[in-house]
């Protein structure tokens, strides 16, 4: 078995994802043969891994796996992330294991379920380490949530059970880290306790020397070693994001030339598919929170990928965001559906077997003439297509339920494997797909762009992600002692 060291976070969002993404490709500079593992992530962001021998094409993972295999230089694997929760109401989640549907729980039901899922985490944990010299480990959550250690197998559960050492990581940014470090300390049983190395401390702004007495502090109350301070890292911010909790402090940047509305949608899944256009400089992205109106002077809408398209769908009236959108349309406006945000362009959207929940069908936005029906199957699959208004290759995603069909289709926006997929309207300027990534195909992205009056647009998208990767790498191994946390592993 690989050696191996894991990350956990003295909270939800301190940026772990970011600090494993980045370890990971400090320790491939390196020359190491790494992997990343993430025993339990609850995400609507979801990437596709291929599976070998499955036919039906491939199996989900949370996209920050996704992102931290690219850091890694490897393909993903649906055991880099061998439960995933997808979730679809306040209280319920789709439960996804090693890349495939397992059914659906209530949090309650799902904290008995959790037992039996340790066996498939310890199954995947023995394959992602298969060949490798090294896997970082991102916990979920914080192994603080002493309530749920029992049947916990996204942090302490795991670290014990497959006797990985642990540094925490605590965010200095959202105040109170002191506290936060020493309390974590504090209430863990000394099983887990002893279980921690050492920590770090995330997002710093200023002067580190500022904090010297808050070190010091720590290792009075806890002992621990501090592996180092890790700056505002400014390089995350063009790597994917994983959760929509980043959504709620998004604000619109300086004016551009084009700009770009996207509802926040309250199952919002997949919301990365606006990372190539945010990086493009000429292109702002505006995240319109629920409650605010769509800005009259955006000149693209894109309605996103969604959990539940129904309850969306719903939503999505309630704030008003149909009259904005037939406005904008009005004004000459374009509009792209991705999945979830193609469903809901049509006339209607059926789901007879009541499979997002107990309202079965909804009024579409009716921009384009198309219906859409939910159905048991689940696509999920790694597509080479081609845009069919441009003639220009795509590389992307699927992943949804349903079937579109109407007029409308028999002007696709794409063919994907030989298949015509999507719809366009008679003006051409409403898209609808279930291809996600599609702004990701540079070639593609910088002629839409232009179609829209944007000159100069095409970045290398991807090679900016590696280039940020190596920008986060760099950082890290100036802030933090990298060898003796990778020495630490075992």
């Known amino acids: 078995m690989a ?53 039906a094409g491939g199996g989900e993972i949370g996209r920050a796996q996704w992102l931290q295999a690219i850091a890694c230089g490897v ?18 989640a789709q439960v996804i294991v090693q890349g495939k549907v397992f059914g659906e729980a209530r949090a309650r039901d799902y904290q008995a379920l959790k037992g039996r899922l340790m066996d498939a985490v310890l199954d995947s944990w023995g394959k992602v380490g298969e060949g490798a010299d090294l ?21 302490m559960g795991f670290a014990t059970r497959a006797d990985v050492p642990v540094v925490l990581v605590g965010d200095i940014d959202r105040g109170g880290v002191i506290a936060s470090v020493v309390g974590t300390h504090l209430i863990l049983p000394e099983e887990d306790r002893r279980m921690i190395v050492g920590y770090l401390i995330n997002k710093f702004r200023g002067d580190v020397s500022l904090f010297d007495d808050g070190l010091k502090s720590i290792e009075t109350f806890t002992g621990w070693r501090c592996f180092g301070v890790v700056p505002w890292l400014k390089a995350a911010a063009r790597l994917p994001s994983e959760d929509s909790v980043v959504l709620e402090r998004l604000a619109s940047g300086e004016a551009r030339a084009l700009k770009v509305a ?21 292109v702002e992205v505006v995240f319109v929170p629920p409650g605010k109106p769509l800005p009259a002077d955006a000149g693209l809408v894109v309605i996103p990928g969604s959990k539940s398209t129904i309850g969306d769908l719903l939503k999505f009236r309630e704030n008003g965001w149909d009259r904005d959108l037939l406005a904008h349309r009005k004004r000459g406006g374009h509009v792209v559906g991705i999945c979830g945000g193609f469903q809901m362009l049509g006339r209607m959207v059926r789901d007879p077997d009541g499979i997002e929940g107990s309202v079965t069908e909804a009024e579409g936005l009716g921009l384009l003439d198309v219906e859409t029906v939910m159905e048991p199957e689940k696509t999920v699959r790694n597509v080479s ?57 540079d070639g593609f992205r910088g002629k839409f762009l232009e179609s829209l009056g944007i000159k100069g647009g095409g970045i290398d998208y991807r090679a900016e992600v590696e280039r940020a990767l190596d920008e986060v790498a760099a950082e890290l191994e100036t802030h933090l002692d990298c060898d003796a946390i990778f020495a630490l592993a075992r």
């Open 75 to 92: 393909a993903p694997s649906v055991h880099m992330n061998p439960v995933l929760l997808k979730p679809q109401t306040d209280v319920g």
């Open 385 to 441: 297509a081609r845009s069919v208004p441009f003639d220009l290759p795509l590389e992307g995603y699927e992943i949804h339920l349903g079937r579109t069909t109407g007029p409308d289709t028999l002007r696709p926006s794409a063919v994907i494997n030989g298949v015509d997929d999507g719809a366009v309207s008679a003006d051409g300027k409403v898209i609808g797909t279930y291809m996600h990534g599609l702004f990701g195909a």
């Open 135 to 155: 896997v970082i480990v991102e916990g979920a959550g914080s192994p603080a949530e002493i309530n749920l250690r029992s049947r916990d197998i996204a942090n």
């Open 262 to 282: 996207v509802p926040m949608l309250g199952r919002i899944a997949n919301f990365d598919d606006l990372d190539p256009l945010k990086a493009e400089p000429q």
């Open 3 to 55: 050696r191996a060291i894991m990350l956990q976070g003295t909270g939800s969002d301190v940026g772990k994802t970011v600090l494993v993404a980045g370890l990971c490709r400090a320790a491939k500079n390196r020359g190491l043969k790494v992997r990343p593992f993430k025993p339990q992530n609850m995400s609507n962001n979801a990437a596709v891994a291929d599976i070998p021998g499955d036919k």
